[in-house]
Each structure stands twice: as C-alpha cells, then as structure tokens.
C-alpha cells in the first residue's frame, strides 16, 4: 500500500518549457488535490478533483493545467515554465472532499531557471 | 491579512520540555481544527484535529481551541527529538469547502 506516489521527486525546468507532475493513489479516494508550498506562504492549494470527472480552480490556479485521469491518477501541468513557479508541489487525497484528512504524497521540487 | 497566521519559528526546546505550538485566526466560520506534522522533505501527515472549542489530547500532544479567542494551540508534553519537525495548522468550515492551512512553524527538540 503506497498511499500517495508523486513524480518526479526533482526537477529544473528552463522558463518557457512545459512539463507534467504526475500523482497516484491506491487508497481509492475521490478526492484529490494539488498544492504549493513556499516559505512564508504555507500549502496553497492549485486545483483540486472532487471526484472523477471533475476539477476545479484552487487559490492559485494561473499558468496550471489538471487532468484527472482516472480514480487514481491526478496529473499537474506547467504549459510554460516561470521562475515564479519555483516551489515544491504535493498533490494530496482524501476520502472525499467533506473528509478532514489529507494523505500527502512525498512532494516535487521543481525549480525554473 | 491572512486567514491564518502562524508565527515559522524557528523553535528550539530542551529534550522534555514542554511545547506550545498557536495560531490564530480571522474567519469566525471555522468549525474543524487540525494539526499536521511535516517532517523535513516529505509531505505532511494529520497529526489530530478537533470539531469547535475545547481540547483533544492524544498521549503526549493536547489540541486546544478558544474560538471566542480565535486561536488555537498544540502542546507537546515530554518532546523528544523526534518531535523535530515543521507544525502546520489547518482549518476548515465544513461541508465541500477547502482547508486553509498556516505557514508552519518550524520545531527543533535538542537531546
């Protein structure tokens, strides 16, 4: 039992390039989530899938993408990369999204130069 | 201003000594209060919450919620190195709606 698989685990992106976080979970929950975090800003969520078939705009959505492609998996896309999206990324689960508890997966660190 | 506000630390503490985590907070429309624990390079894992005012202990870590304050705490009693970690509190009105999360703060515990 994984519970929550993100990757890659690192990644450097020039500014311009796109690239795909992917995340995975075993856990079969239907909600799933993607957020930030940055020093001094806390978690802030991106998108967020309520259930299969559905996703909605988080705090910060602008410059990403989600697909959320099938029960487990639950993609994040940076169409073009800005030094601004510097940051780690976690994507997170939960039974549902009235539940309280959020499974993490182990996080992205991705760096735009 | 923000919803949440958490003071980052750093905290450094004794081993055994106890430990008072806070955070406080705007919007009076929050029901559910939590505590995650988030250890250095991986993502963070709910340590306790609680539903409105009043305390919840778990061993040694007790979760106290003063809403006509709006504030609330996280004590850890006895702390152990291994409690060196980064604390975050998060918050949540119930229903289909989002949870808010604090900046962390950041808990070291010196043998």
């Known amino acids: 039992n994984a519970g929550v698989t993100q990757t890659p685990k690192f990644q450097v992106l020039k500014t311009g390039q796109s690239m795909t976080l992917q995340c995975a979970q075993d856990?079969?929950?239907?909600?799933m989530y993607w957020y930030r975090q940055d020093p001094g800003m806390g978690l802030r969520l991106i998108y967020y899938s309520a259930s299969e078939g559905t996703t909605d705009k988080g705090e910060v959505p602008n410059g990403y993408n989600v697909s959320r492609l099938n029960k487990r998996e639950f993609s994040l896309r940076l169409e073009s990369a800005a030094p601004s999206q510097t940051s780690v990324y976690f994507c997170?689960?939960?039974?549902?999204?009235?539940?309280?508890?959020?499974?993490f997966g182990p996080g992205t660190r991705l760096t735009v130069t | 201003q923000k919803e949440v506000e958490q003071d980052p630390g750093p905290l450094s503490v004794p081993e055994g000594a106890i430990v008072s985590l806070n955070c406080t907070y705007s919007n009076s429309a929050f029901q559910y209060f939590m505590w995650y624990r988030q250890y250095s390079r991986k993502g963070p894992e709910l340590l306790m919450y609680?539903?409105?005012?009043g305390n919840k202990e778990d061993g040694r870590f007790t979760a106290q919620v003063d809403k006509s304050s709006k504030y609330i705490s996280l004590f850890i009693r006895d702390s152990q190195p291994s409690d060196s970690a980064t604390y975050l509190c998060a918050m949540y009105t119930g229903g289909y709606q989002k949870v808010t999360f604090g900046t962390g703060t950041k808990l070291q515990v010196i043998p």
């Open positions: 997170a689960s939960s039974a549902s999204s009235g539940s309280l508890e959020q499974y």
């Open positions: 856990m079969n929950h239907n909600s």
């Open positions: 609680t539903y409105s005012s």
